[in-house]
């Protein structure tokens, strides 16, 4: 197995007296697929921001892409990628515009931004739109454009944050179709999402509830662990018990 791009020990945040994240462990490989999973404050969004450094832990350990959080954010933000549900782009923008922005964000110098602009524009067939707003392109384009944009700079793990809400099944289907051959390259991959049928695309899987990991395995261990066909019904035992009957 490939040494830990992530890795967390009793990793933990309070606010006052309130345990948002309770003492979360994890290691994940490089090239693996990690879902992260939870109903909404869960503590999913406040775990992804101590692993992207951009918020403090109150105790526990952790390292990110070879770096501490807590003595290495800087190096953290710099060798990791990101993308969220609003694709993380600028409408104003034409394509060519946020691909740059975004690669002098990452830390690239200009001759690598002009070569690197070039083979995504090639790759991703918009050389006949790279002066086009972002705003008039389509829903699928903009996905796309997203997530190459967030591992430009060849990160070693790259967290996607309900990337695909609000598109259609088959966009959804060829984004992780991108997802995947950015895994075999050995990229890995954090994401969270609510479409449990994306939840079995994982590797391995991390279920919170209520600040704690109430499952981590792989999506078919967990279901013959609950003794259910999908991850839907897993997700509704560990996430939303008040609704079985």
Aim: charged share 25%; net charge negative.
């Amino acid at each position: 197995m490939s040494e830990p791009v992530i890795h967390t020990d009793k990793l933990t945040k309070r606010f006052g007296d309130f345990v948002v994240v309770d003492a979360l462990s994890l290691t994940i490989s490089g090239g693996e697929i990690f879902g992260f999973l939870g109903a909404n404050g869960a503590g999913k969004t406040t775990a992804i921001r101590m692993l992207t450094g951009l918020l403090i832990p109150t105790s526990g350990t952790a390292s990110v892409a070879g770096f501490d959080l807590y003595t290495g954010a800087e190096g953290v933000k710099l060798n990791i990628g990101y993308m969220s549900q609003r694709f993380s782009l600028y409408d104003d923008l034409t394509v060519r515009e946020n691909i740059r922005f975004f690669a002098g964000i990452y830390g690239l110098n200009n001759q690598a931004i002009k070569e690197k602009s070039r083979q995504l524009l090639e790759s991703l067939k918009l050389l006949e739109v790279a002066d086009t707003r972002l705003a008039s392109l389509p829903l699928g384009w903009k996905q796309k454009l997203a997530f190459s944009v967030a591992i430009l700079h060849e990160p070693k793990i790259v967290f996607l944050d309900e990337p695909t809400g609000g598109v259609d099944p088959v966009t959804r289907r060829r984004f992780w179709d991108m997802i995947y051959e950015a895994s075999e390259r050995g990229l890995t991959i954090f994401v969270t999402t609510h479409y449990m049928d994306e939840a079995e695309y994982c590797d391995r899987l991390c279920i919170m509830v209520d600040g704690k990991v109430a499952a981590l395995d792989r999506p078919e261990a967990m279901k013959r662990h609950f003794g259910v066909e999908s991850m839907n019904e897993v997700f509704i035992q560990l996430a939303r018990p008040n609704k079985m009957e």
